[in-house]
């Protein structure tokens, strides 16, 4: 079921009201935040929490307030100051964008979706929101919470769709309001009452502001059609990734392979590694296949380079 004309203004209405008591005070929400800041927001805040991007997002900000600032150094102290956010490469790719704005845009943020489009590892959803909450542009702005409020409001399902399809990008269109200034208002909105309300696990509908309107609430609140797998942690390659890369972040100089893969001892050998990050990853036992395969993929992706003396992060 899609949503006739007579009941989106109502959803806007509704949800849009409910958002002005109700939003977080974000820095990147704010009136003087700048294009670059919610641009680096919007990078952050992919697959992960705002209580987890929130600190490290003020530091960069601190330490990079503009394009330029961060495209004068090297790629590594991106990745260095990425911390333990997760998804490392998207650092590489922040570096990447504040290169191209620098040398390509005056050292700015481009304005428009296409503009935004251009630059490297910038996708539709990455676009389309920073046209919007940056530029203030009429733009379909679509993410996990934004579907999964569409899906239970609007079509009567538990979740949407395990991948965007078209269908759902159809209902995302005929839902967004004309006025420029309504629209970016309504992505926002919509965003919010996803994060804190219609969750994925524990909707508080009792807190919904369109609990009346509600299609799945309406049809008895219908179990989903599929079971959303969750990511495996321990025991993985993205473990070992990640604790390699821990001990990188925290070297003073490159790091020799014999000290990655142990034993501990090799510290007070000399090796430039913090001992602290050198245990973790010892005490994971990954197996020495598991640990080449995870050094190769950082080598790989550029997250790390080899020196004739060890690993370190690229210079």
Not at 169 to 182: C, G, H, K, W, Y
Not at 242 to 256: D, E, F, I, N, S
Not at 270 to 298: I, K, V, W, Y
């Amino acid at each position: 079921m899609e949503p006739g004309p007579r009941q989106a203004p109502q959803l806007h209405t509704e949800i849009i009201s409910w958002f002005t008591a109700n939003a977080r005070d974000l820095p990147w929400r704010r009136a003087d935040c700048s294009p670059w800041g919610i641009f680096v927001s919007e990078i952050m805040l992919q697959q992960t929490p705002v209580i987890r991007v929130l600190p490290v997002w003020e530091q960069w900000m601190a330490r990079w307030p503009d394009p330029a600032a961060l495209a004068a150094e090297p790629s590594g102290e991106a990745v260095r100051a990425w911390g333990r956010l997760g998804y490392p490469r998207r650092a590489l790719r922040l570096h990447a964008a504040a290169a191209a704005m620098t040398a390509d845009f005056g050292g700015k943020v481009p304005g428009t979706h296409a503009e935004l489009l251009t630059l490297p590892g910038v996708g539709n959803y990455t676009a389309a929101a920073v046209a919007s909450f940056a530029f203030g542009r009429r733009e379909t702005v679509v993410d996990t919470n934004i579907r999964r409020v569409h899906a239970r409001a609007v079509t009567g399902r538990a979740l949407p769709a395990p991948a965007l399809n078209a269908a759902e990008m159809r209902l995302a269109v005929s839902l967004l309001p004309e006025d420029d200034a309504a629209s970016v208002a309504w992505n926002a909105s919509v965003m919010e009452l996803g994060a804190l309300v219609c969750t994925a696990r524990s909707p508080k509908c009792g807190d919904c502001p369109v609990l009346g309107r509600c299609a799945w609430v309406a049809a008895g609140k219908p179990a989903p059609d599929y079971v959303p797998k969750g990511q495996a942690w321990a025991g993985t390659d993205r473990q070992v990734r990640g604790a390699v890369m821990a001990v990188l972040r925290q070297a003073a100089a490159p790091v020799p392979r014999a000290a990655l893969h142990g034993p501990a001892d090799l510290v007070a050998a000399g090796s430039p590694a913090e001992p602290a990050a050198l245990t973790r990853l010892h005490a994971l036992n990954a197996p020495e296949e598991q640990l080449e395969r995870a050094l190769a993929g950082l080598l790989a992706d550029r997250l790390a380079e080899e020196t004739g003396t060890g690993l370190q992060l690229p210079a």
